[in-house]
């Protein structure tokens, strides 16, 4: 997501911490900033675009001191603005923020009943001014801890005072963060290659930890203020290996970001102890909501998937009929659309000229739209009457993961919202379905954790000479995503089917050669996608499996078995999708093949 460098020692802080931020920029921001301490006071310094733009505004006011903390930006809460940017102050504290404060809205309303006044729209503010509230004559490091009872949500932190000239604290819940240890002088980051030229030597800090960085001294205490005794961990990575956070490509650390990406795009929408969502910016008011006669998805590629899972959940909540468009296909259709039509765009990017096309399309025919999209303030959202950012961060590699799996979780939230406001989903159901999505993060780790038996698997089918995908139900789209994950990144031959058409055509090229992978999950469609497997053990086809942990029926069909946690079928596209993501990106790694620029592909399709 954003990035944070900070320093305390007796070089000028400000071009270190500029070459710090340079350093973050393949992760992609939209505005930067610096807080530099000159011994008397903090000066700021914030600009929206490139880093070259607080470049020119250092040049035309300079910063100088030896103490300072710097961020780069990726919008998630206000647009990207001058204002917006971090740092944020609020009275003494300074401070850079990445990730997402869940209650940021009731605390904004208590501080400002205070009399405390904001100046921007982000939910970073509200920790400059808890903190602020809390110093008194205070260390800053105690005042941090005492703001830090009253917020939830996940955060890499690090603070400056006005009155505090010789230090940083720097906390963190889920963000990364990293204290880097040098002679008499010391530096925090978010991410290691932030700092990787200056040292070598890390401390590592932990969730709920709090770390007084000063020049001669580093000091990591518990949440509850006992000391912590951490030995450092020598980081022999290259500079490009510290960019992939020592990941052998972008898309391999993606994989792994998804139970963050989906925790975040979860935080402070799932309401706590309630059965409903709240969906920040999106408008519709709950009799729009009743009125709608029909949902119309357009996206392409894998968002496109996330669509076909999101038709299976909204007409399951909301019993409202959906269409899923591909949007290169959409507007030349002369589609019909009214203004009881709710469109909903699904795009990554948000810059994907088909899918922009297509919401102008729609708009231009008097239906609203609603777009999902990870890139705030891009060509989608700014041409779409509401948007549902997903919060899965700056996504490098062009194959799709943790965009998708967010996707499906807006989705998710959305559909239950639909299904509230119209009242076609009982509280009770909603408890239990929103339940299980919260859960879904903790359950995409535990398969993370399968990681080397999925490669074994990969290792034995990568000469494979073509695949095909087969599921049932909500996974059908699941096996389309599957075989895209394989055939981009690795080149080879993959189809994605539902598993009842197979019958219909496919069976024909099942022989000992062709591997099937099967999303063969203990849910309704279980006992029919076992049937579809002995079809294809009678014709020597292989088998790779997705199943439930613990499923020894599935073993007689095959050795080749990707378990996952079981849970509710709406719920477990989010799991299933892992096991698909880690054998594409293995095969392909066996391979050999460029893994994160496959070959004729962009990130971003901006042309017809
Ligand atoms: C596949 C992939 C593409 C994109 C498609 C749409 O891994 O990434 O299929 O999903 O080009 O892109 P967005 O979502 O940016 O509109």
Redesign the pocket.
Known sequence: MCGIVGYVGSRDAAPLLMEGLARLEYRGYDSAGLAIHDGKEIGIRRAPGKLRVLSRLLERKPLSGTLGIGHTRWATHGRPSEENAHPHRAGRVVVVHNGILENHSELRQRLEKKGRRFTSQTDTEVFAHLIDEELGRKPLEEAVRRALRYVRGTYALAVLCADQPDRIVATKNASPLVVGLCQNENLVASDVPAILEHTRKFVFIEDGELALVQAGRVKIQTPDGKPVRRRSRHIGWSPLMAEKGGHKHFMHKEIHEQPRALADTLTGRVLRDSADVHLDSVKLRVRDLKNLSRIVIV?????WHAGLVGKFLIERFARIPVEVDLASEFRYRGPILSDRDLVVA???????AD?LAAVREARKLGARVLCICNVMDSGIPRTSDHVLYTHAGPEIG???TK?FVTQMAALFLLAVRLGRARKTLSEKEARKQLAALAAAPEHIERILKNEPHIQEIARAFHTTKAFLFIARGINYPIALEGA??LK?ISYIHAEGYPAGEMKHGPIALIEKDVAVVAVATKNSTYEKVLSNLSEVRARDGQVIAICNQRDKKIETYSPHLLPVPATLDTVEPLLTILPLQLLAYHIANFNGTDVDQPRNLA???TVE
């Open positions: 996206a392409c590629g894998t968002s699904i795009s990554q990017s948000g810059e994907t899918t062009v194959a799709s965009a895209l994950k981009e990130k971003s399709v």
